[in-house]
């Protein structure tokens, strides 16, 4: 079976802190990782292979620098990496970049394509499915896991609000996964040793099959418009309330943070 | 072309045959949203006999309710529910269309979005109108560190997820006039790749703490077995996990894993409730990076509150559990 | 001179960080607590090809190199020194002599065992009455058709618990001192061997220390590492390369302390500030942070020298010297700077500190190692 995983280095979100006076973002000496799950979706394209037999191939879009992460997806057991870099890309919304993966995925043969959910750095889960919408695949979004595996369908559990259902999805297809649906494995001291003796393939505009307007700024129908900073603590002296009060008080914070 | 787009639509999502709160709530966002732009609301329920809920989609803010219906639409598949929306979106062409950011709305919209080679702006937590008539899509960015307004200028339509919970619903009008229209869903069933074979509904299993985006933790002041149950219904109430200080963990009330603090788990959840924790600092290293932190402690020296955005002053062991019989009271009206 | 880690080595230590992050020091208070043997943790590092980071891929290992073993201690002991010690022991004290000494049949037979991780090694030399002066062994090897017969007694063996291949010395001719000694390996299986009681320790609490009992056992002629009255020489170099995995754990011993001591100091406020804003708290900790830094560059120019076949013995006794001192230093002032509560087993460094101490004294002790450096020094 033909695995190809789409992969994304982040910066690690959680280590981003804010200035506690102004509010503004600290992101010096934060570490670029591979985006966590991507990472699941790739554990669940290296057991669907020890199953079933086959090649994992791992692709990703962005800089040069971008190519640690397919060191580590090779020393993690995957066969073939390419890193997918051109200026023509840059400042891509979800819909460019998933336009630039598309022209990249049409010219390789695959059975199964997966994609990490959503990336932490913008969290828009919206790659997956514009890919696999591009490509005229079925999709299942949010797979935890592949519970069976055939010659042409795939039987995925997948986590909905209510709890999970399981679907049958005909292949070729595009999966979504989540990195808590599975633990993913570390990288092996050989695959580590030999992952840089390994070639990672370098593609640019040229390798894929995507017309130039509908890839990087150009092709992006939404732009930032401006962006600002959450701001930081303002607790000021605890109040002191009726336990009632108490409550409406929470009540409406809550509701200004969008939990309730 | 832009300005031929008109009129702001909302999938009305309905699972089993309700309603979500969430579509409810996005019809009172768009009624506020057409207003500005001086538009109308349409809603847009799918599925299998839903008309039924149409009264309430114009009791909730919407002009006009199109229904399409058809024996495949009776659960939420990607590919069905896009073929209708797609006939529906090119062929009316409106201006703005939201979906909840639901497990639904985030398979659909984009599906959609990249059929109709427009913009899509992910889980907003705010949308807003131009000057020039846009529409101004704000959400969360780097975790929640960041705030990042969208626009979609030069592409028709605007579509946009929206989080549960954001939008204020519009009052229930039962007096609202509106009309419903039925779409002829005209499926083309050599498309449809997806089986559900099953849907298994579950108790919500606990995550890890450290993955919760709301935590409810109790200390010392709420180490009894009766205050933790009011801990574990503001909980459930709010969509998030149990957690606790030390004390509580030694006492033999919630196993280690639940424990935040520096030899627990550090956390850093979008919401921290802090019930009854005086905020050793052993416990605030492990929780101190949470996104908003709301504090309860019947000292008002305690170190907790150093920490907090809210801090309230009195007993957790009183306040948490109407706080959490308030909150289900809300829910209930809401829907 | 180049004092970056290259790309690979960079690699590595991310996997080898996050390993030791989410699978090792959760379990290592319990492990000290317990004085259990990490079985489950043994057994996945097997899985990731850790217990043969620097051997050939032919024989199973994983074809790195002795750099990336001494970041693999390290990184393991910051988090558990338990766990850290029982991969020394087995790398540097029976593996590589194996693979050193050993002939093709017996590198074949156990080193892909050994490096696979099937099998744990371990390396018998110390005895009741020779310590220091290893020279002084009483366990006696009688040569009996096809076979050898030891006797004796091996103790405060790491691993012996767990092992099932070790490196035993013996006499083979006690007339002829340290060129009498041989080198043997023995299973754990072999007729008349056995394994004592554990010892109940101070440290490092997780490792499975043991005697080894030989009574008449008998070992196969074929097992005889390298040539008779070669063993001292084996057992002596054999533990020149275990000083680069013991520095390696004293090295992470002192990251850590100092780690939870950097935490701590900008967390715990006393007279209104955070005690890392006292100058004596910093003054402090640069000197500690200085310390451990050179500790690193002494560990890894040792280990570079023995990767590249240079000599290598006085820089492995000067960075296990050196840091296992800083070791025992960091972690006690460690203690000193969580003041009570480092006292306490609630937080990690009053156990640092107390598994600090056993790198001043094993695999040569401190006063062992001044005696191999002022001997290359005055040769």
């Given amino acids: 079976m033909n695995i190809i995983v789409c992969i994304k280095q982040v910066p690690d979100t959680t280590e981003i802190k804010l200035d506690p006076t102004t509010g503004t973002l600290l992101r010096d000496g934060v570490p670029s990782i591979m985006n966590p799950d991507d990472k699941g979706g790739l554990e669940i394209a290296l057991r669907l292979k020890e199953q079933r037999g086959g090649q994992v191939t791992v692709l990703t879009m962005g800089p040069p620098q971008a190519e640690e992460i397919l060191r580590e997806a090779l020393a993690m057991g995957v066969d073939r990496a390419i890193l997918l870099s051109d200026r023509k890309f840059a400042g891509a919304d979800t819909l460019a970049t998933s336009n630039a993966l598309a022209g990249a995925l049409r010219t390789l043969p695959f059975d199964v394509v997966i994609a990490g959910r959503q990336a932490i750095d913008g969290d828009t889960a919206q790659v997956g499915p514009q890919v696999a919408e591009h490509l005229d695949l079925p999709q299942v979004t949010y797979a935890e896991e592949i519970a069976r595996a055939d010659d042409n369908c795939l039987t995925v559990r997948r986590a909905i609000e209510e709890g999970h259902q399981i679907v049958e999805v005909a292949l070729p297809c595009l999966l979504t996964v989540s990195a808590g649906a599975v633990r993913p494995r570390y990288m092996s001291v050989r695959g580590v040793v030999e992952a840089h003796g390994r070639e990672v393939e370098r593609w640019n505009f040229d390798s894929i099959s995507v017309d130039e307007r509908r890839v990087g700024l150009k092709g992006s129908p939404t732009r930032v418009f401006k962006s600002f900073a959450r701001g930081g603590r303002n607790a000021g002296t605890p109040r002191e309330v009726d336990p009632g009060e108490a409550a409406e008080i929470i009540i409406e914070r809550l509701q200004e943070k969008f939990i309730l | ?335 | 001179m180049n004092f970056s880690l290259t790309k690979t080595q960079e690699l590595f230590l991310r996997m080898i960080r996050e390993f030791a992050d989410k699978e090792v020091k959760p379990l290592a208070a319990e492990v000290d607590e317990q004085e259990r043997f990490p079985a489950e943790t043994v057994k996945k590092m097997a899985g990731l090809g850790l217990m043969g980071i620097p051997f050939p891929t032919e024989y199973g290992g994983a074809g790195g190199d002795n750099l990336l073993y001494s970041l693999a201690v390290e990184e393991l002991s910051r988090a558990c020194a338990t766990t850290g010690v029982i991969l020394s022991a087995h790398t540097s004290l029976c593996a590589a002599p194996l693979h050193e000494f050993g002939s093709p049949a017996q590198r074949a037979k156990y080193l892909p065992r050994l490096a696979s991780g099937e099998w744990l090694g371990a390396f018998g030399l110390t005895e009741p009455n020779a310590g220091t002066d290893a020279s002084a062994q009483q366990t006696t090897a009688e040569e009996k058709d096809d076979h050898y017969l030891l006797n004796g007694n091996k103790i405060f063996i790491t691993n012996a618990a767990r092992a099932r291949v070790y490196i035993v010395f013996a006499m083979t001719d006690k007339s002829k001192g340290t060129r009498g000694i041989s080198a043997f390996i023995v299973e754990r299986d072999f007729p008349g061997f056995s394994v004592g009681k554990e010892e109940k320790k101070m440290g490092i609490r997780g490792s499975a220390t043991c005697e080894l009992i030989m009574t008449n056992c008998i070992v196969p002629k074929d097992n005889l590492l390298g040539q008779t009255g070669k063993g001292f020489g084996i057992a002596m170099k054999t533990l020149d390369g275990g000083r680069v995995g013991i520095a390696a754990q004293a090295l992470g011993i002192a990251q850590g302390a100092l780690d939870e001591t950097v935490k701590y100091v900008k967390e715990r406020k006393q007279f209104g500030k955070a005690i890392g804003q006292f100058q004596n708290t910093q003054f402090q900790l640069a000197d500690l942070e200085t310390k451990v830094q050179a500790a690193r560059l002494l560990v890894r120019s040792a280990a570079f020298k023995k990767d590249k076949g240079l000599p290598y013995a006085a820089d492995a006794a000067m960075a296990k010297l050196f840091a296992a001192e800083t070791a025992m230093e960091v972690a006690t002032k460690a203690v000193q700077f969580h003041g009570g509560y480092g006292y306490t087993r609630e937080y990690p460094v009053e156990r640092m500190m107390r598994d600090a101490k056993i790198t001043e004294i094993y695999e040569g002790t401190s006063e062992v190692q001044r005696m191999v450096i002022a001997s290359h020094l005055l040769k």
Avoid: W
């Fill in chain 2, 1 to 335: 072309m832009k300005s031929d787009h008109k009129h702001v639509f909302v999938f009305a999502e309905q699972r089993d045959g309700i309603l979500q709160p969430v579509a409810i709530e996005l019809l009172g966002k768009a009624r506020e949203l057409a207003d500005a732009l001086q538009e109308e609301v349409y809603a847009l329920l799918v599925g299998e006999r839903v008309e039924p809920l149409a009264p309430e989609c114009i009791a909730r803010g919407a002009d006009k309710v199109l229904v399409a219906e058809a024996p495949e639409l009776a659960t939420y598949t990607t590919e069905p529910y896009t073929q209708v929306l797609y006939r529906i979106v090119s062929e009316r062409e409106p201006s703005i269309v939201l979906f909840g950011a639901t497990t639904i709305g985030r398979d659909l919209a984009p599906r959609l979005s990249a059929r109709l080679a427009t913009g899509l702006t992910a889980d907003c937590t705010a949308l807003d109108v131009s000057p020039d008539g846009d529409l101004l899509m704000t959400r969360p960015a780097f975790g929640g560190n960041l705030m990042a307004t969208i626009l979609c200028k030069e592409h028709r339509p605007q579509m946009s997820t929206v989080r549960p919970g954001v939008a204020r619903p519009h009052p229930r009008d039962p007096h609202r006039q509106g009309a419903v229209e039925r779409v002829d869903a005209r499926l083309d069933p050599s498309k449809f790749k997806v089986k559900v074979l099953q849907t298994l509904r579950e108790e919500k299993t606990r995550v890890d703490i450290a993955a919760a985006r709301v935590l409810v933790s109790g200390g010392r002041g709420m180490g009894n077995p009766s205050a933790l149950n009011a801990i574990e219904e503001l909980a459930t109430a709010l969509g998030g996990e149990v957690s606790s200080s030390r004390a509580v963990v030694d006492a033999g009330l919630l196993p280690r894993e639940r424990q935040v603090g520096q030899t627990g788990k550090t956390v850093r959840p979008d919401i921290y409730i802090a019930a009854g924790i005086s905020g050793a600092i052993q416990h605030l290293a492990g929780m101190e990076e949470s996104g908003y932190i709301i504090a309860i402690n019947k000292d008002k020296y305690a170190p907790i509150f150093q920490v907090a955005d809210l801090g309230i002053v009195g007993d957790a062991a009183r306040i948490v559990p109407l706080l959490a019989a308030k909150i289900r009271a809300l829910r209930e009206t809401k829907q």
